[in-house]
């Protein structure tokens, strides 16, 4: 069991959740783009600095950890059963994004990613990083002769579940969250496989 937070680790966190508040606030009323850091700082009463200090750009108030939560989604693929397919693993890996602890409600999370160039960008450096992380796991339940760094075939499957699990969210946020994410990742990678 986990030691309780310390008192500056919670202080730490609600500061965040404050200053996340705040901006996310600001995105709503003026747009992604054209809200900046002053901006935000200002209207959360602390410096620049202090800003920084917190959050390394405003798109990791958006996105969150992406460092984090792709090192979740690598620790559960390499839990699956070793004997398990590439596929029905990664389906099971990315699952775990759907408990992730996401700053703003998913969907606006979403829609905010689907607007905004720089958003976009960084979700596109975040899919390279992932592509590392995911690609040795993938590169065993592929079959491919070990190797010292991971099989462009390997990367390329890791990029094309990314590309999927992109396909599905932009379809879950045309449909304002009507649809099933899962179900249309699933009929993403049923189109690849076709």
Not at 17 to 36: H, K, Q, S, W, Y
Not at 146 to 171: E, G, Q
Not at 182 to 189: G, I, K, M, T, Y
């Amino acid at each position: 069991m986990a030691d309780p937070p310390t008192l500056r680790e919670r202080t730490r966190r609600a500061v965040r959740a404050e200053i996340t508040e705040t901006a996310l606030r600001l995105f709503a009323e003026n747009g992604f783009e054209a809200t900046t850091v002053d901006q935000i700082a200002a209207a959360s009463g602390i410096s620049r600095r202090s800003f920084f200090h917190y959050f390394g750009n405003k798109e990791d108030l958006v996105l969150g950890d992406t460092e984090a939560l792709g090192e979740a989604v690598r620790t559960a693929l390499e839990t699956r059963p070793p004997e398990e397919p590439a596929w029905p693993a990664i389906r099971a890996a990315l699952l775990t994004l759907q408990s992730a602890d996401l700053p703003a409600e998913p969907l606006a999370v979403a829609r905010m990613c689907h607007d905004a160039p720089s958003l976009r960008a960084r979700h596109l450096e975040k899919h390279l990083r992932w592509q590392s992380l995911l690609a040795p796991d993938i590169h065993r339940r592929l079959g491919l002769p070990p190797s010292a760094t991971p099989d462009p075939r390997a990367r390329a499957f890791v990029a094309a579940a990314l590309a999927c699990l992109d396909a599905a969210v932009d379809a879950w946020c045309e449909s304002d969250g009507a649809s099933d994410p899962l179900e249309l990742f699933d009929n993403a990678v049923a189109a690849l496989r076709a």
